[in-house]
């Protein structure tokens, strides 16, 4: 099967993802085989492959937002048949006996992997999936639609509900690449009044479009005290501007898997009761909720498609902040609604 492989992170420039010809996995006791049809492009795989996050395992193939369909059954798997579609996101496992996973936080399970960075991925024509943790999939969606929702989507519905938002309330939104943009539906659905700060004014458009309430750069403050902000910028400056615009008892969701650094700053800007909170990783229910809500609203994003083997300028264009919505890789096959 052809897949992209990471061997050594360096600079996306450079082309650090190889194109090799590999051996396709089967599937073990508890695993399915997919087919991979579609794989979303995350900031994620960017920072693993240019090294800003250690890696786990090398080589690898990255990918943690893949659709595809069920190829092979490993044994003692039920549930599933040889032909269902199903999607990856970026949890593979978890222990599923310590105290997170028995109290349902197993997004904080200290054995738990992930998808493209401790097992193999979706940047390839094939991949395992514990059938524990496959996620079924909405009529409804394309392959290409429903890939950018695996991660973007899911991690922030997990942010949404981190920051406390309640219906009707104020949220603000740091960043809006795809994850926000998708925070953005599901927060309107519920209601709330949305300001979105980003660094291009085509960002700032695009959030009006979908009913933000304003728009502004990083270090505009929004007309009003927010209940509840979610970043999604890399930059701990951004978390800084999220979190003196906060109301008393509000909260800074932190979305992100890396960060640059937080500066220091006065404890007045903490002060009654406002919350730095971070996100880190999802549930099995984080996936399948948002999923469910996902069909119903209908959410939508705006793909930007690439061949598998043109993963190298997908991820140089998402760095570049050259993607609309999502990059999408897709194999032979891949569909979109109605498709």
């Known amino acids: 099967m052809r897949a992209l492989q990471l061997r050594r992170p360096g600079p996306i420039a450079g082309r650090p993802l190889e194109l090799v010809e590999l051996t396709e996995p089967s599937a073990g006791p508890g695993e399915l085989l997919l087919r991979i049809s579609a794989c979303g492009v995350c900031r994620t795989d960017l920072q693993l492959v240019e090294g800003d996050l250690p890696a786990h395992r090398l080589p690898i193939v990255p990918g943690h ?8 059954i490993g044994a003692g798997v ?9 999607g990856a996101y970026w949890l593979a496992g978890t222990d599923g ?3 997170f996973c028995r109290s349902d936080r197993e997004n904080l399970c200290e054995a738990a992997t992930f998808h493209g960075y401790d097992a193999d991925g979706g940047f390839a024509e094939a991949m395992l999936v514990r059938a524990e943790g496959a996620l079924r999939l909405p009529e409804g969606f394309g392959d290409v639609e429903v890939a950018p ?16 938002i ?6 603000g939104l740091y960043g809006f690449g795809a994850s926000a943009l998708l925070c953005l539906q599901v927060a309107r659905h519920w209601g709330c009044e949305v300001h979105v700060r980003a660094r291009s004014e085509a960002e700032r458009e695009r959030a009006l479009d979908l009913g933000a309430a304003s728009v502004g750069g990083y270090d505009d403050p929004p007309p009003v005290p927010l209940d509840a902000a979610v970043t999604t910028a890399p930059v701990g400056e951004v978390v800084l501007a999220a979190l003196r615009a906060l109301d008393r008892g509000g909260v800074v969701a932190v979305n992100a898997i890396h960060l640059d650094r937080v500066p220091e700053f006065p404890y007045d800007w903490l002060w009654w009761e406002r919350q730095l909170r971070s996100v880190a990783n999802v549930t099995r229910r984080d996936a399948a909720e948002f999923i469910a809500l996902a069909a ?6 705006a793909v930007d498609l690439f061949p598998l083997e043109e993963g190298n300028e997908a991820l140089r264009r998402l760095a570049g902040g050259g993607v609309a919505g999502a990059a999408v890789l897709t194999m032979a096959g891949a569909g979109r609604a109605g498709s």
């Open 166 to 171: 309640q219906p009707g309330g104020r949220l």
């Open 65 to 72: 937002q893949a659709v595809g369909r069920v190829a092979a």
């Open 97 to 99: 006996t310590c105290r």
């Open 78 to 86: 039920e549930g599933w048949s040889v032909g269902e579609r199903a």
């Open 149 to 164: 929702l695996l991660c973007g989507g899911v991690i922030g519905y997990r942010a949404l509900r981190v920051s406390g």
């Open 296 to 301: 119903g609203v209908p959410i939508r994003t």
